[in-house]
Structure formats: structure tokens, C-alpha cells
């Protein structure tokens, strides 16, 4: 007679989704005023979170800003694969002031020489890009805006672009002045070469009332 084998079924395992542990911790770090940057890092936090004076603040983009933005990436990674001056990149948390522990921003996009490029790519920069890039949105607070300009630009940032979604225009900010831009964007000290139409930034993108 043959003898029956039986076999002990393992003990289940329920699966923990990682959003939920990332979200335990935004909600621990939120209403704090002494967050520091390290921690921020730490936190893997589910959305992209800038730092002011040590509390949380979370980007939250819209759909236009997130079209315009993905306009915007396609022609800066077209241009630098021809001309290999540097690194674009989106949604990077910047220590644009490595000695303030509670301080840090996100530029909607940047550009970056090569030769200033961290060695250390997994960690927040402690530096201030060459070029930003900040969508703005109608809902965005315009004088919080320019601080931030004015933050990038004190540290080091040669030009920001402020694209202005309701007028479909630019603003370009450096440290001489600010001017209105209708027509085209260029940088031709950190980028040769390289122009991008207003148009071409909103193409495809359907004109909001």
C-alpha cells in the first residue's frame, strides 16, 4: 500500500505595501518645524518635498504644469545628446545652501554643466544648479516664487526660467534683471546653440479658459 505524503502548507505571509510605510512618515514629518535635510533624504517621502526653514512643503503639480514640463525635458534631452555640455534633470532636490541643515528646493527642471556634476548621484546636490526652470501655475504665489528665484540666483544660478502658463510666456531672471520673453528661450554661455520656442514648450497642449 502505498503511503500518503502530506505536505504542511507554509504560514501566509501578508505583503506590505511600501506606499503605506512612506506614507506613515510624511505624516510623522508634517506640521514639524525642525525637520533637516538628511532626514528629508531619509524619508523617501511619496511625493517631492521641498524644505523651508525646516517644515515640509509638497510640490503638487497639475496636469498643464506636468505637460509643459515633459515639452520642456524632451527638448533639453534632444539638445544635449547632440551637444553633450552637460546634464538636465527634473524634480531634484537641491541643498542650493549646504550649510543651512533645515533648507532645500526643487526646481521643476535644471541644467547642469558636466564639470559640476556630484560624483554622488544618490543623494540631494549640495550645490545650486546653472539653469532652473519653475512652471508656474495660476495657483502658484508669485511672490514665493520670486523668492525663490532670488534664492537660486544668490546662490550661484546663472539664469532661471519662469514659464508663465496662463500667458504662455517667459520670464528671464538673472542677477542684472528680469525681462519678458514671447518668443524664445536661450542661454548661449551654458547652452551654445540651443533655442526653444514658447510655442514649442505648449505644443499639444489644449489653451485652458
Same mark, same amino acid.
Given at each position: ?9 507554509p504560514?501566509?505571509?501578508?505583503p ?9 512618515k ?25 524644505l523651508?526653514?525646516g517644515k515640509v ?13 515633459l ?5 533639453f ?8 555640455v ?12 549646504? #550649510?543651512r @541643515? ?10 547642469? /554643466? *558636466?564639470?559640476?556634476? &556630484?560624483?554622488? %548621484? ?7 544648479p ?38 504662455? #510666456?517667459? @520670464? ?10 514671447? /518668443? *524664445?528661450?536661450?542661454? &548661449?554661455?551654458? %547652452? ?18
Open positions: 500500500m502505498a503511503e500518503t505524503l502530506t505536505m504542511e502548507a504560514p501566509m505571509t501578508v506590505t505595501y511600501p506606499g503605506r510605510a512612506a506614507f506613515k510624511s505624516l510623522s514629518l508634517e506640521g514639524r518645524t525642525d525637520v533637516t535635510v538628511d532626514e528629508l533624504e531619509r524619508a523617501s517621502l511619496p511625493a517631492s518635498a521641498e523651508y526653514d512643503v509638497f510640490k503638487m503639480p497639475n496636469l498643464e504644469h506636468g505637460m509643459v514640463q515639452n520642456f525635458a524632451a527638448e534631452k534632444n539638445y544635449l545628446r547632440q551637444n553633450p552637460g546634464y538636465a534633470m527634473t524634480e531634484t532636490n537641491f541643498r542650493i545652501w549646504p #550649510e @541643515l533645515r533648507e532645500s528646493r526643487i526646481p521643476d527642471l535644471v541644467f547642469l /554643466k *558636466k564639470e559640476r556634476l &556630484p560624483k554622488d %548621484l544618490r543623494h540631494f546636490p549640495a550645490l545650486a546653472d539653469l532652473a526652470v519653475e512652471i508656474i501655475s495660476p495657483e502658484d504665489n508669485f511672490s514665493e516664487v520670486m523668492d525663490k528665484v532670488d534664492a537660486y540666483l544668490e546662490q550661484g544660478t546663472q539664469v532661471v526660467w519662469l514659464i508663465m502658463c496662463v500667458k504662455r #510666456e517667459a @520670464l528671464i531672471c538673472t542677477s542684472s534683471g528680469i525681462r519678458r520673453e514671447r /518668443k *524664445k528661450l536661450a542661454a &548661449p554661455d551654458l %547652452l551654445p546653440g540651443f533655442e526653444l520656442s514658447l510655442e514649442k514648450i505648449f505644443e499639444d497642449i489644449p489653451l485652458q479658459a
